[in-house]
C-alpha cells in the first residue's frame, strides 16, 4: 500500500496522536510503516520508540540510510537533509491513529469483535470465527495462536498476544481486501492499555470477557490497572461508528468482576453462566471425558433448554463455547438454536488440551497452554476428579516465564502440588533470569503445600523434580508414567519456541512429546 503523507497524516490524526511539531515540507509518498529499523525499506515511515532495553532514537540514522522518508519521534534529535520529521508526546501512543489513516480506517469496514480475559482468550476467538465461517459468513482473526486474513488459517509465529498498531491495522486491512464481513481479534490487557494503544483506533462493535484473574502485574503493576486496562475494550462499544448502531458485550457471569465490565460501557451486555448463576444462557448439567462435553443450557428469555455437544477436552470450555454462542447470536441476530446444531463442529485449538497419539500405552497424555494459577485451577481438578474414580497419577510438567509476573509462582507450585501426584519443573521462556532460580520459587510453593497436609501422600524428593533442559523434562515424565497416569504439559501449547537470555530455541511441544513417546516404545 503507497500513500503520500498528506493524505492520511491529517489535521483529526495530528489531534489523536499528541501532534507536536513538524519539520521538512516535502509530502513522500509512504510505502509502509515501520518501527524496527531492520524492517525499514525505501520509502518508510519510521517510527522511533522509547523501549525498555534500547531506544528508538539510536537507530534514526540507520532507518534514514535503508530508505525511511518520514521519522515519527518524541525525543530530540539531529535532523537530515529532505526528511519529514514529525515530533509527538508519545510515538508509541501516535502509532495507532497514524497506522489506522493510513490504512484507511479498515475496522470501519468490518464488523469487528474483541476477546479479552486471562484464559480463554484464543479459543473463544477461534470458536467464534469457526460459527461464523460454518454459517456461511466470511471471517478473519488473529489471535496468540493462529491468524486468518480471510484465506487459509495460518500459525502465529510470535508470542506477541495482539501485536503492535501498525500490524493491527494491516491485518485489518488485509481482511477488508479479501472481502470479510467480519473480524475477530485476541485483545490483550497489553494491547488494550493507553500505554501501547495497540487497539486505540479499532472500531469494536462487539467485546467478550471469558474471565479475569491475577496476571501480568509486572506491566500493569497492579490487580486494579489490570482490570481497567482490560475494560477499556468494553468502554470502546460507546465510541463506535455509526453511532446508530448496536454494540454489544458478552461476560462470563460466573467471574466476580462481571458487574465492573458491564458498568464500563453504556451498551447492552449479555451474561453467560457455566455454573448456571443466572445469566442468559447458563448450562444446568454436564458430562466432560477426554473426547468433549455434553452439557444442557438454558436460555433465560425464552425458558428454553437445549442439548450441547462438542469435541473440546475440558470442562472449562463450556463457558467458552457459551461465550461465542452468545456473540454470534447478537452478530447475526440469529437465535441460539439455530447456531447450537454447528457447535459438534467445532474444532479445538492446538495447544489447548490436546490429547497426543498414545497408540499402544496405556496412560493418557495431553498438552495444553495453562501458565497461570486460575488456568490450572480450571485444568487440573477435573483430571483429579476422573483419576480418583478410575486410580492412576498426574503427572504434571511445567514452568514459569522469566521477567513476567513473579507472584503467581508460588501459587503454579501450591496448586500444582494439590493436584498432582508427580510434578516436573521444567523451562518456560527464562529470559534474562536465572532458569533454575525461576524452578526453586516454584518449588517453594509446591513444598509449603505438602507441608499444610495431613496425609503426606506427595514427598517432594520422591515426587518432585527439577530439570531446566525442557526436552530432557519431557522424557522423564513419559518415562515416569504407568497405566492409568495422566502426564499433562502445560505453559507451551501451541508455541514455537523457548526464549532465553541469549538465544531463542527452536521447541515443539508436541513434537518434543510425541518423539519421547516414540523412544519409550523402543526401550520398552
Known sequence: MERRLSEFFTQTVMEKCGFLSKDGNADPVITGLEYDSRNVQLGSLFFALPGLHTDGSLYIKDAISKGAKVIVHQSETEKTHGIVYITVKDSRFAMSPISASFYDNPSHKLTVTGVTGTEGK???????????????????????????????????????????????????????????????IEASSHGLSPKTNRLGDVNFYSAVLTNITHEHMEFHGTFEQYREDKANLFRALDRYVPLNAEPFGVINGDDRNARFFAKATNSKSFMFSAAGRGGDINIEAIESSAQGNWYVIHISALDERIEIRDKLPGSFNSGNVLAALLTVSGLLKLPIRDIAPFVKKLQPVRGRMTAINNTGKNFEVIVDYAHTPSSFQAVLPPLRERLNKTGGNIISVFGSAGERDTQKRIEQGIIAAEYSDIIVLTDEDPRGEDPISILEEIAKGVKSCIASQEEKTFIPDQNLFLIPDRPTAVKKAINLAKAGDIVIFLGKGHENSIIYKDRIMPYDEIAEVERALREIHICR
Open 122 to 184: 484464543s479459543t473463544t476467538v477461534y470458536l467464534i470465527w469457526q460459527l461464523l465461517t460454518l454459517l456461511g459468513k466470511k471471517a478473519g482473526f488473529f489471535s496468540t495462536v493462529q491468524q486468518c486474513f480471510g484465506d487459509e488459517v495460518i500459525w502465529n509465529a510470535e508470542h506477541q498476544t495482539t501485536p503492535e498498531a501498525p500490524v493491527v491495522q494491516n491485518f485489518l486491512r488485509q481482511m477488508a481486501d479479501n472481502g470479510c464481513e467480519y473480524a475477530v
